[in-house]
């Protein structure tokens, strides 16, 4: 299964970005540790882990602690060991998606491509207001990994928009 990890710290005067290589992490916490390497000092830190156009993990330490995941679909554990690694121990299933009065995002390209999508009956785990304090209410963030024809680049491109760090992130995808 083959992923793409961006980390993103807010720093003073702004964000940095780094992608960061998961091969060998062990445990959650390996993965938090790596997190905390792309900038020590940093006030928040947050983790896009999308894996095979499908699956999307974030994850946040807040100066440097208190690991926090979100996970778009629990099914992400079945199918690889990074997924057994990252969302694997979430057992609770995020609800309140049917409750949001907010407009579906329009999914970015064309209705006939063949790619795939975020599978309109995921099953996200995990803290869904992982992103409330910083603009993206949990029903925004469950209507993004939901809504037909996102993929999970789109979802994180959505969201990195609205941080201010989505020019940082597009970097990384370039290299």
């Known amino acids: 299964m083959s992923y793409f990890a961006a980390a993103v710290a807010r720093v003073e005067g702004g964000w940095t970005a780094d992608e960061v290589n998961l091969r060998g992490a062990t445990d959650v916490d390996e993965v938090a540790d790596r997190l905390r390497d792309v900038e020590p000092d940093a006030d928040l830190s947050l983790l896009f882990v999308e894996a095979d156009d499908t699956y ?5 330490l807040d100066e440097g602690e208190d690991l926090r995941v979100f996970g778009s679909d629990s099914a992400y554990a079945d199918e690889s060991r990074l997924g057994a690694l990252l969302v694997g121990d ?86």
Do not use: N
């Open 90 to 175: 979430l057992k609770a299933p995020v609800t309140g998606l049917e409750d949001t009065d907010e407009p579906r995002p329009a999914a970015g390209g064309d209705d006939e491509s063949e790619q795939p999508a975020v599978d309109p009956e995921a099953d996200p785990v995990g803290d869904a207001d992982i992103l409330a304090d910083l603009g993206i209410s949990t029903q925004k963030l469950l209507a993004l990994c939901a809504h037909e024809g996102m993929m999970p680049a789109d979802v994180t491109a959505e969201v990195c928009q609205v941080l201010g760090c989505a020019d940082e992130v597009e970097a990384l995808r370039e290299v």
């Open 56 to 60: 999307l993990v974030i994850l946040r």
